[in-house]
């Protein structure tokens, strides 16, 4: 039977449009006007589970009638957040920084909706890093152009080459909406998925 029930993805993100098509339910998308600025002292899995519920909401303000799926991601390492380096000279930075070291990936996914209670989580991904030297950073670089990624490498592209393993319950978490935690949801709603 086919839900009669609207699904809007608030997020500009491809990156999480690609995912979501992955359930292979119709959607629409709206970008969400939302400031991402950590609160202060305010942890990076907290800040991610506030930013995926305020992106959802920002978004039901002016689509009262749909479930609108919200998610936010924030990259850390030893108490600093990575967020995506937007030119060639900052990835090169932070694939530097990163080497040999484990980045923490934390992916708030929430689902606000009309007449539910407003559902979210937060899926954590550890992902470790080889020891890049330089000649590789720059090959990478050069093929790929992950400008728009936090921590400059895309694991479901060559990026997967850079690293040495990846901790997590749900593996599209890391590129930045965990399906398992958000089909569950939607079932939740009364979205059958598959």
Do not use: W
Not at 74 to 83: L, P, Y
Not at 107 to 134: K, N
Not at 186 to 191: D, I, T
């Amino acid at each position: 039977m086919d839900n009669p029930r609207r699904l809007i993805l608030a997020s500009g993100s491809r990156y999480r449009k690609e995912l979501l098509a992955r359930l292979g339910l119709p959607f629409e998308v709206e970008s969400p006007n939302v400031d991402e600025s950590p609160l202060p002292q305010e942890l990076p899995a907290d800040t991610a589970l506030r930013l995926c519920v305020a992106k959802a909401r920002a978004v039901q303000a002016s689509r009262r009638d749909a479930l609108i799926i919200g998610s936010d991601q924030v990259a850390s390492c030893d108490g600093r957040r990575f967020g995506k380096p937007g030119n060639h000279e900052n990835a090169v930075h932070q694939l530097r920084e990163l080497s040999g070291r484990t980045v923490q990936f934390d992916t708030g996914v929430a689902l606000v909706g009309p007449h539910e209670p407003t559902q979210a989580s937060v899926v954590p991904c550890r992902v470790t890093f080889r020891r890049l030297d330089d000649d590789l950073i720059e090959r990478y670089l050069q093929k790929e152009k992950p400008y728009d990624c936090a921590g400059a490498a895309k694991a479901e592209g060559l990026g997967i080459a850079l690293i040495a393993r990846i901790d997590t319950e749900d593996p599209t978490s890391l590129i930045g909406l965990p399906l398992i935690a958000l089909s569950e949801m939607l079932r939740k709603a009364g979205v059958p998925v598959p």
